[in-house]
């Protein structure tokens, strides 16, 4: 077992009262107080987490979002509190909204997919005929779906949203104006390091009646980024776009005749591959930072990480 890539953990916390593990994060409930999230190594497409985890993919998510969280902080109330380890972010426990809140600058990705296959109309957007992949739209739409605890997300309207009382009239409200400022901030900074933000999704909790932006915010998990220079030229030619983002994988996983379906076998990750993912991952943190990233020292990082989470808590009890 490589100890220098952290899958999961199975950690017993001083104060545990809950344990949650989605395709990426481990997350501890303590004393529904803090809620302590590890960005594991473990990587997923369509739904499905993939066999191999990709070294320092969990530093690298976790690092891009404190950045996003501490620079968004003055425009929606988030759940950070401290980042004990380069894997972990701690926050305030909230209880989770089960809508992923997502928003599209372009036509892309399953947007594309979606409308290539006829439909004009997702999540109640309605689209006009003629467009193109990778055409901006223009404004940028919000397109949610559901959060499921296993299996596949599901596309779902605002007014379904509403219908199912899943959240008020006035609480989403609030979500679309959240979810369009955090998007405006995100694609300015892109913009900034000569990338485009191009599409991307936020998820929110409640504490003391208020919403918070819970998880990740701006990661290559969470968003798709392209390269700006270039991005008029390779459209009017209708060109793929150069993109810094988890599309490389599923494009790769769908050559290979993988869509997570049922029945289909997980193509193998060889050591090439999966070094391959690591150095995408690398790289978008130093575009979207503009810093160098800092490999930590080899070692068995749950440890690391347990040792770490531990005395955060034995400081904040």
């Not at 959240?178 to 504490?207: C, N, P, Q, S």
């Not at 993912?277 to 070692?299: A, C, D, H, M, N």
Request: glycine content about 8%; hydrophobic content about 35%; overall charge negative.
């Amino acid at each position: 077992m490589n100890k220098s890539v952290l899958n999961k953990t199975n950690f017993k916390l001083e104060g545990q009262t809950g344990f949650y593990r989605g395709k990426v994060r481990d997350v501890y409930n303590v004393k529904d107080k803090y809620w302590i999230m590890i960005a594991t190594d473990r990587i997923s497409a369509f739904d499905v987490v993939l066999p191999r985890g990709i070294p320092f993919k969990g530093q690298v998510l976790n690092q891009i979002a404190l950045r996003f969280l501490d620079d968004t902080g003055g425009l929606v109330p988030n759940w950070k509190i401290a980042s004990p380890d380069p894997m972990v972010t701690v926050g305030h426990y909230c209880q989770p909204i089960p809508i992923e809140m997502i928003i599209r600058g372009y036509l892309t990705g399953s947007s594309w997919r979606t409308y290539q296959n006829g439909k004009r109309e997702i999540c109640g957007v309605s689209l006009p005929e003629g467009l193109r992949e990778h055409e901006k739209f223009p404004e940028p739409i919000i397109t949610p779906t559901t959060k499921a605890a296993e299996g596949h997300d599901e596309d779902i309207s605002r007014e379904e949203i509403l219908e199912q009382g899943i959240v008020t009239e006035e609480d989403y409200a609030l979500l679309e104006k959240y979810t369009r400022a955090l998007y405006a901030h995100g694609a300015e900074v892109a913009r900034k390091k000569g990338l485009i933000l191009v599409d991307t999704k936020y998820e929110f909790g409640k504490k003391d009646g208020r919403i918070f932006l819970i998880d990740e915010i701006h990661t290559p998990d969470s968003s798709r980024y392209f390269y700006l220079d270039g991005y008029d030229e390779r459209f009017k030619r209708g060109e793929p776009q150069k993109q810094l983002s988890k599309e490389f994988v599923r494009e790769w996983l769908m050559q290979k005749g993988f869509q997570g379906k049922t029945g289909q076998p997980v193509p193998e990750m060889n050591d090439d591959f999966v070094n391959s993912v690591s150095e995408r991952y690398i790289e978008l943190y130093e575009k979207i930072t503009g810093e160098s990233f800092i490999r930590p020292e080899e070692g068995d990082v749950a440890e690391r990480v347990k040792i770490n989470i531990e005395e955060f808590l034995g400081s904040n009890p």
